[in-house]
């Protein structure tokens, strides 16, 4: 067995730190949580079809599904929230968010990206868990910027809107089979013409000069922070289900004159149902119930 010396030790946590990777050591565990994507309870996969979505019980095509989560804590015994110590990995992880990317650019999904992420990587100090918290959304100081020089996964564009807008927490595109055929202005954030129904959430009205000036503020946020109790972070799913947040909505329509679907943008018919869904105000007013969005298993 080959002995090192406290001086070699702290010389191999400083290299792995300066490397991106997680300083370990006798007082923290690492983290590997879970999340998966689902429509209704069934597993999402590029090119699948998906029944009874909806108020209409409509059948759907998706075509992306991403998200971005931060600020990931897990809950002690105590009921306290320690946060999660992000792995720096240089592709899906960058300070205290990540991008979980559930398409793989085949089929459907051809707009997307060959890679996919279902795990964010951390440590923790030793402890005993007994919950977990994260946020959906990219927090502020990040959110605003040129995304062709930033570090991933903050340089991917087809999550971001402009530097006004920042980043899509949330990117959600599908074709619906009953879709009635409507001629939709653009994403006004400059995210192009989805197809179909789409649910891409952001904080919008941000306060800024321009669309190309970062805002001094937002005054719809809209970030969701979901806390589950009880779960266990070694066995433990989460669960991003985007047939529960289109249940109450109608994606064989959209309104005239707006984006396809919800785009997070005020005065949307498309958007009530989707952000009540979110767990979040719109227009003035409050959600009903919490998010329905995440779920732990």
């Known amino acids: 067995?080959?002995?090192?010396?406290?001086?070699?030790?702290?010389?191999?946590?400083?290299?792995?730190?300066?490397?991106?990777?997680?300083?370990?050591?006798?007082?923290?565990?690492?983290?590997?949580?879970?999340?998966?994507?689902?429509?209704?309870?069934?597993?999402?996969?590029?090119?699948?079809?998906?029944?009874?979505?909806?108020?209409?019980?409509?059948?759907?095509?998706?075509?992306?599904?991403?998200?971005?989560?931060?600020?990931?804590?897990?809950?002690?015994?105590?009921?306290?929230?320690?946060?999660?110590?992000?792995?720096?990995?240089?592709?899906?992880?960058?300070?205290?968010?990540?991008?979980?990317?559930?398409?793989?650019?085949?089929?459907?999904?051809?707009?997307?990206?060959?890679?996919?992420?279902?795990?964010?990587?951390?440590?923790?100090?030793?402890?005993?868990?007994?919950?977990?918290?994260?946020?959906?959304?990219?927090?502020?100081?990040?959110?605003?910027?040129?995304?062709?020089?930033?570090?991933?996964?903050?340089n991917n564009t087809a999550m971001f809107w402009n530097w006004q807008g920042g980043y899509k927490f949330v990117k959600f595109d599908t074709a619906s089979a009953g879709m009635k055929a409507v001629t939709a202005p653009a994403d006004p954030n400059g995210g192009g013409n989805a197809s179909g129904f789409s649910v891409h959430l952001g904080s919008t009205v941000c306060a800024a000069p321009s669309k190309t000036q970062a805002p001094s503020a937002c005054q719809n946020s809209n970030r969701i922070t979901a806390k589950f109790d009880k779960f266990n972070a070694t066995k433990g799913l989460i669960v991003a289900d985007m047939g529960a947040v289109l249940a109450n909505a109608n994606v064989d329509v959209n309104a005239k004159g707006t984006s396809p679907g919800c785009m997070s943008f005020p005065k949307d018919a498309d958007c009530p149902p989707v952000m009540n869904a979110l767990g979040l105000a719109y227009d003035g007013l409050a959600a009903t119930g919490p998010q329905r969005f995440l779920t732990a298993r």
């Open 1 to 154: 067995m080959i002995k090192h010396s406290p001086y070699f030790l702290a010389a191999a946590a400083l290299l792995s730190a300066c490397a991106g990777g997680p300083v370990t050591s006798a007082n923290t565990q690492d983290v590997a949580l879970q999340f998966a994507a689902e429509i209704n309870g069934q597993a999402f996969e590029c090119g699948m079809s998906y029944a009874n979505v909806g108020t209409t019980k409509s059948t759907i095509t998706p075509s992306d599904f991403r998200f971005y989560v931060s600020e990931v804590s897990l809950i002690n015994a105590k009921g306290e929230a320690i946060p999660v110590q992000l792995v720096q990995d240089g592709v899906w992880q960058l300070a205290n968010l990540a991008l979980l990317d559930f398409e793989n650019g085949a089929g459907t999904c051809r707009n997307g990206t060959a890679g996919t992420n279902t795990t964010v990587r951390g440590t923790v100090p030793v402890g005993d868990y007994q919950g977990v918290q994260v946020t959906v959304g990219v927090p502020f100081k990040h959110n605003h910027g040129d995304p062709t020089v930033a570090a991933a996964p903050l």
